[in-house]
């Protein structure tokens, strides 16, 4: 899955934690340059975009990313209220915006709504990487060859991290992205999941799903390594 393009300039804990709730898989960009420098090889799967206190260089990176080969879309615009009259003549840089400070579920929605065909059409149905490959369409799994036997919320939990290979999931967030908000185990839910899963991947493959520690899990290699 492609990542979104996340620009925000304040570095905002309450953006970052609902992309990563509503399983968005995004990577941070600071600069115009930045643009063409982080593009995976896939392109962006789409850029939101917050203006923040400085919002010409939200509209400068905007304007990368419209201007590109294969122009980056869909945009989502968090701009404050002081600064709609910016909206004018600018209709086609963005394809919705939202208010800053926003309302978390009507973010989530208008998110949902924007890049669900993207979502759906960039998941593949298969995932491969290294010897382990999951099929997303029999809910099975395969270690060099050999199928694994694995429960329902292993393989989801598997699944979920294999998406986004080097991302890192604090506990908290795989609980309700896997588990669902409704779930009150706690985190010793997770690491006894993963206590398994590296078991049936066996002593050679185990190091798929690392641990950071003080934070949670990530799958494979980080992009810096």
Not at 45 to 58: K, N, S, T, V, Y
Not at 191 to 197: C, E, I, K, Q, T
Request: net charge negative; glycine share 8%.
């Amino acid at each position: 899955m492609s990542p979104v393009a996340l620009y925000t300039p304040e570095a905002s804990p309450e953006l970052t934690q609902l992309l990563d709730l509503g399983g968005h898989i995004w990577k941070r960009i600071v600069t115009e340059n930045d643009v063409v420098d982080l593009e995976p090889e896939e392109g962006w799967a789409g850029a939101i975009i917050q203006l923040g206190e400085d919002p010409e260089r939200g509209w400068a990176i905007i304007r990368a990313l419209r201007r590109k080969d294969v122009p980056t879309e869909p945009v989502m615009l968090l701009i404050k209220g002081n600064q709609l009259h910016e909206l004018q003549l600018r209709d086609e840089l963005f394809d919705d915006f939202c208010l800053d400070p926003f309302h978390p579920k009507e973010l989530e929605a208008r998110l949902t709504h924007l890049f669900a065909s993207e979502l759906d059409i960039s998941i593949s149905d298969l995932i491969e990487y290294g010897p382990l490959v999951i099929n997303l369409e029999t809910y099975e799994a395969v270690v060099e060859g050999q199928p694994l036997d694995l429960t329902y919320m292993e393989y989801e939990l598997l699944r979920f991290l294999a998406v986004a290979p080097g991302r890192v999931f604090t506990r908290e967030i795989l609980l309700n992205r896997v588990w669902g908000y409704e779930y009150y185990g706690g985190a010793r839910t997770v690491d006894v999941h993963v206590r398994r899963l590296r078991a049936k991947l066996g002593e050679e493959n185990a190091n798929l799903i690392q641990t950071v520690r003080s934070v949670g899990y990530r799958f494979g290699k980080s992009r810096w390594q």
